[in-house]
């Protein structure tokens, strides 16, 4: 009787034992994906910084996904006083937001030496731990085009979507043939349009990304950026992943290799909106920018000029 107990009792442990390995290989076939951001809820909310550690074999990067609000700089701030984040990796997914407030965010990330690229952070458990990697799938719309300007070096990685368009006022994007504007506003919009112009061309942008932006009024889809316009607008400096992300290894790993960052390069579309009495750079919340419609699903802002 005492036997059979035992033998009982290791039966059941063998199917305990079994089940664990079939879950295991259910989540590692699966990709077993546990994002660290980059969700389409996600990228419809305020920016939020987050750090992803990529060990032994890579350094890590942030993570930075959702709309950039009057708000982003002084969280980011508050972000990088928990690390050192000089000459960090930087990877957007995100459908736009404030002018102003982009370009202040982006200064700041020139000092710091920060590179940038666009992607979905993931997290992946493995037999050896959990396993980072870069997902190209992802958006960078509107502003969050000119944050990725911002990095000392940018790389795009084929299968992510840069797209851009015009700056309009924030209250009246969602029905811009419609509505009336006054010469303040039209004030305003030409004021902001040269600051993203000297931002541009401080952060070694090209023309080109204003003309192509310019040109794509709040009415239109979104521009997206072919690879050879991603080279001409400067917005792409490498098409070496490990430039940006050093120590990351290539795409093609099986799960049982060791840490993973994978990437790789391609072209955008944009639009853009602006409001707000004039001020010091340093503290203004005038322009926003429109949310692309389709791809991202991310909700416009009604009435709202810090986007």
Known sequence: MKQVGSLFSRGWTVVYAGL???????VLGQGGIARAGG??????QPMRFNWVDCQPDCRGWVSAVGVITADSPGEFEDFARRRPLEGATIVLDSSGGSVNDAI????????????TTVGISVESPTTHG??????????????????????KSRYVPEGAHVRVHQIWMGDRAD?????SYT???????????????????????????????????????LHELSSA??????????EIMAEVLPGAVGPALSHQETPV?????KPVQDRMVSQGAPQAEASLKSTRTADAAAPTGAAPLANNADR
Request: with cysteine.
């Open 229 to 238: 316009e991603l080279r001409t607008t400067h917005l792409s400096t490498t």
């Open 130 to 151: 959990i396993q980072a990697r870069v997902a190209p799938d992802a958006y960078c719309e509107s502003m969050c085009v000119f944050l990725l300007l911002a990095g």
């Open 175 to 179: 029905d811009a043939k419609a509505a």
């Open 39 to 44: 969700s389409l809820e996600a990228r419809k």
């Open 20 to 26: 664990l390995c079939l879950a295991l290989a259910l």
């Open 104 to 115: 202040l965010l982006g200064r700041r990330w020139r000092q710091l030496d920060i590179r």
């Open 261 to 265: 960052a994978e990437l790789s390069s």
């Open 183 to 221: 010469a303040q506003d039209m004030m305003i919009v030409e004021r902001d349009i040269g600051r993203l112009a000297k931002y541009t061309f401080d952060m070694g942008g090209a023309g080109d990304l204003l003309s192509l932006a310019l040109n794509v009024p709040p009415w239109e889809d």
